[in-house]
């Protein structure tokens, strides 16, 4: 069987494998949200906090929107023109043309060119933040943030680059089987590192002071079975008034971080509410789940993008021989905008279902679905939510269930409990 022959029948496996991994370890089933339990948990918010969180939202989408148009008009302007080759050749000819100049520096311009590109649409974003008060940043701050990012972007991208580009070089008919391999390897080791390496470089962390809170959170923690490093605080507030908390890391890594603007906003029943969530992640091992389907996910989009890229015409319009030439990255990254505009949907879905579950999750551990509810009426007006946004906003992107969705599980869980 040819090299060809292989890659289709390993996309398969990983297809079907990507298939089971989905339908076995993500929750489909949803606690109860009447849409009746929805509406009159709308109709409790003040009007002037549903007001203003929409029109914040409002004002935010142009912006977001306009973020993802000239995002893929720049991948396929670069990708399926030779305009993209030219740049990466560009960026290494100081270099003599060298294969490795080539594959770094001009992988890392045509990603910073996209970056630059849409720029004024992070700052336009930054700017309504701010004008709405959620944002406590100055352009100071927001410039040094920026300026990490690209830094942490700059390494972890000229690693991918080497590694891929060399082993395309050792391996030039079976490279789509190492990359794949090592394209999965590289998502379950960002798991682990993340957390300890990425994560500090943007936010100060310390351990949560000794109290009544910090004894209730870890006691709540060992009684749900849940093995948990450490309960951090992270400094949040020096960049926004929003509040939040989530769990990271797996196995020795693994801890729960809350914001400071949480534990200043909310009572400390609202905390314990809001980390019984997270410790329902924890508990029914998302990040573990997450981490698999995404090394799943990614060895099949390294062998899908070996399939799709030695068509003959997609080779054409970009000027290349080979999808494996660095002189490609551009093509690469088009494919890849591509694939993951068209996934978004999906896994806005798998997110929701996996959130809804932590929050059953808290609700069963705090038995206090009047707290929960209170709690998500806080969430929304600190962080100025849309409580209920248009369903096909909601349907393409969100993340987790809608604020009047969450409450509406709490009347819910309350009335079958007798609460």
């Known amino acids: 069987m040819t090299p060809r022959g292989w890659a289709v029948l390993t996309l398969a496996?990983?297809?079907?494998?990507?298939v089971v991994a989905v339908a076995l370890l993500v929750p489909w089933g949803r606690p109860p949200a009447p849409r009746a339990?929805?509406?009159a948990a709308l109709r409790v918010l003040p009007v002037d906090q549903v007001a203003r969180g929409r029109a914040l939202h409002g004002a935010l989408r142009p912006a977001g929107w306009s973020a993802i148009v000239v995002g893929l008009a720049v991948a396929l302007l670069l990708g399926l023109t030779p305009l993209g080759g030219r740049l990466v050749e560009a960026a290494g000819?100081?270099?003599?043309?060298?294969?490795?100049?080539?594959?770094?520096?001009g992988g890392l311009v045509v990603l910073l060119l996209a970056d630059l590109l849409t720029l004024p649409f992070s700052a336009w974003r930054h700017t309504v933040l701010v004008r709405y008060g959620l944002n406590t940043q100055g352009w100071g701050g927001w410039a040094v943030d920026l300026l990490k990012s690209y830094a942490v972007s700059a390494v972890l991208g000229a690693l991918v680059l080497l590694g891929f580009y060399a082993v395309v070089r050792l391996a030039p008919r079976w490279w789509w089987a190492f990359g794949a391999a090592g394209a999965a390897v590289l998502v379950m080791v960002l798991s682990f590192v993340l957390p300890v390496l990425v994560e500090p470089v943007f936010n100060r962390f310390t351990p949560m002071e000794p109290g009544p809170l910090r004894t209730e959170l870890t006691s709540m923690a060992a009684r749900d079975g849940v093995p948990v490093r450490d309960v951090l605080v992270a400094d949040a507030s020096r960049r926004t008034r929003a509040v939040n908390a989530y769990v990271s890391g797996l196995g020795p890594t693994r801890r729960v971080v809350v914001y400071d603007t949480l534990l200043r906003e909310a009572e400390p029943a609202e905390v314990t509410s809001v980390v019984a969530h997270e410790l329902g992640h924890a508990k029914d091992r998302d990040v573990w789940t997450g981490t698999l389907i995404g090394a799943l996910g990614a060895a099949a989009a390294v062998v899908a993008l070996y399939l799709v890229g030695s068509w003959s015409p997609l080779l054409r319009l970009a000027g290349v021989?080979?999808?494996?030439?660095?002189r490609a990255f551009p093509l690469l990254i088009a494919l890849v905008?591509?694939?993951g505009l068209l996934s978004t949907p999906v896994q806005a879905l798998v997110s929701r279902r996996v959130e809804a579950r932590a929050d059953a999750h808290a609700l069963a551990l705090t038995d206090d679905p009047a707290t929960f509810e209170a709690m998500q009426r806080r969430l929304a007006g600190v962080n100025l939510?849309?409580?209920?946004?248009?369903?096909?906003?909601?349907?393409?992107?969100a993340s987790h269930p809608s604020t009047v969705e969450r409450m509406a599980a709490a009347r819910a869980y309350a009335r079958e409990s007798g609460r």
Do not use: M
Request: aromatic share 12%.
């Open 385 to 397: 939510a849309d409580p209920d946004p248009p369903r096909w906003e909601y349907l393409w992107s």
């Open 13 to 18: 496996g990983l297809a079907v494998a990507l």
């Open 321 to 326: 021989d080979s999808i494996a030439q660095p």
């Open 93 to 105: 000819r100081p270099f003599g043309g060298h294969w490795v100049a080539q594959a770094v520096l």
């Open 37 to 39: 339990d929805q509406l």
């Open 337 to 339: 905008t591509v694939a």
